[in-house]
């Protein structure tokens, strides 16, 4: 079946643009998360949404960093004001239930590459 | 301060060896652990876990081991291929949390 996809596969903006990343999940998963992945280095968490609530934004690394999810399905990444050290790969993962005991496995999707020129 | 770390970013081995991709952990309460291998371009993708009430749980030509009483965990990869070429990532999961922490991650290169 289809997997975790994710629009665009790259991104390359001006300092200052605002971007949107989008990331539709496993039809059925009810969790969501967003990663950041710099060059060469691991994952880092930003946000995770169990339906179209996010009880953890702690990861979000500004206020020009926000998330939305809608119908439980599709979400949004919007970084306003980007800034070069915005550049990496931005992440989307869903899985089916969230946390231990579950744990369900996380699917990642190939990730949109931002470019902040 | 709590941190997933892994003790070599590359690893260079012969087709057909096994590898063997170390990594450490340091929080006592994670109950659950999870091997990631991402391929260039492309998202991690799951290998396998392995949950703290167990110390080995095999695959299909991988096998995890977690030892907590030194708060390790490795993962093991027999007959190693050239498509097992990769960066593997080790991810924890806090007990009633949800956050996964990653691993700063391993390069695994196989030579023919």
């Known amino acids: 079946g289809a997997g975790v996809s994710q629009s665009p596969s790259n991104k390359v903006t001006e300092k200052g643009k605002d971007v949107e990343l989008r990331c539709d999940p496993i039809?059925?998963?009810?969790?969501l998360y967003w990663y950041r992945q710099s060059l060469g280095q691991g994952l880092e968490f930003l946000i995770y949404?169990?339906?179209?609530?996010?009880?953890?934004k702690s990861g979000l690394p500004s206020d020009r960093f926000s998330a939305e999810r809608t119908g439980g399905s599709v979400s949004t990444l919007t970084i306003q004001r980007t800034q070069q050290e915005d550049s990496a790969v931005y992440l989307c993962?869903?899985?089916?239930?969230?946390?231990?005991?579950?744990?369900?496995?996380?699917?990642f999707g190939p990730g949109t590459r931002l470019t902040v020129l | 301060g709590e941190s997933v770390g892994l003790h070599l970013p590359t690893l260079s081995v012969q087709e057909g060896d096994n590898s063997i991709i170390n990594c450490a952990y340091s929080n006592s309460a994670s109950d659950y652990f999870i091997w990631y291998k991402q391929e260039s371009g492309k998202g991690p993708q799951f290998i396998i876990d392995?949950?703290?009430?167990?110390d080995k749980r095999q695959g299909q030509r991988v096998t995890v081991l977690l030892n907590k009483t030194v708060k390790h965990l490795s993962l093991q990869i027999a007959a190693t291929q050239p498509g097992d070429s990769a960066v593997y990532f080790c991810?924890?999961?806090?007990?009633?949390?949800?956050?996964?922490?990653f691993g700063a991650g391993t390069r695994l290169f196989v030579k023919a």
């Open positions: 993962a869903s899985s089916l239930e969230l946390g231990p005991p579950n744990s369900d496995t996380q699917y």
């Open positions: 991810a924890e999961n806090r007990s009633g949390g949800f956050k996964t922490i």
């Open positions: 949404f169990q339906g179209n609530s996010a009880p953890d």
């Open positions: 392995i949950r703290s009430n167990m």
């Open positions: 039809s059925g998963h009810t969790a």
